[in-house]
């Protein structure tokens, strides 16, 4: 079992950053593909961004390329996601989620364990 807990989250101005920040327990965490998703009232859970255990790989959705950075700290069981330049439409639920085997899937089915979530709130 992992446990995810999620923390970061906030309300701030379009053209803001925040950075979220998950913090794993349970399993050794480098072992395990890191991902963040986001889903907003009345849509479907939508892929943000996802590391491999080494952080030797990243893969972005399009629409944050450029503008999110995730990152992890395997000493401190920690993955990162920097988002700068927030939109109003990037208002959701953003989850940590994580992958026991294989490599890096932008599919939310894949990943095995999921945090509470922590809510991104961005005003225009």
């Known amino acids: 079992q992992v446990q995810l807990v999620e923390s970061g989250g906030g309300l701030v101005q379009a053209g803001s950053s925040l950075r979220l920040s998950c913090v794993a327990s349970?399993?050794?965490?480098?072992?395990?593909?890191m991902g963040w998703f986001r889903q907003a009232p009345g849509k479907e859970r939508e892929f943000v961004a996802a590391?491999?255990?080494?952080?030797?790989?990243?893969n972005y959705a399009d629409s944050v390329k450029g503008r999110f950075t995730i990152s992890r700290d395997n000493a401190k069981n920690t993955v990162y996601l920097q988002m700068n330049s927030l939109k109003p439409e990037e208002t959701a639920v953003y989850y940590c989620?994580?992958?026991?085997?294989?490599?890096?899937?932008?599919?939310?089915?894949?990943?095995?364990?999921w945090g509470q979530g922590t809510q991104v709130t961005v005003s225009s």
């Open positions: 590391i491999s255990w080494s952080a030797g790989s990243t």
């Open positions: 989620a994580a992958k026991a085997r294989g490599s890096i899937t932008m599919g939310w089915a894949w990943y095995d364990y």
């Open positions: 349970g399993r050794t965490f480098n072992s395990l593909v």
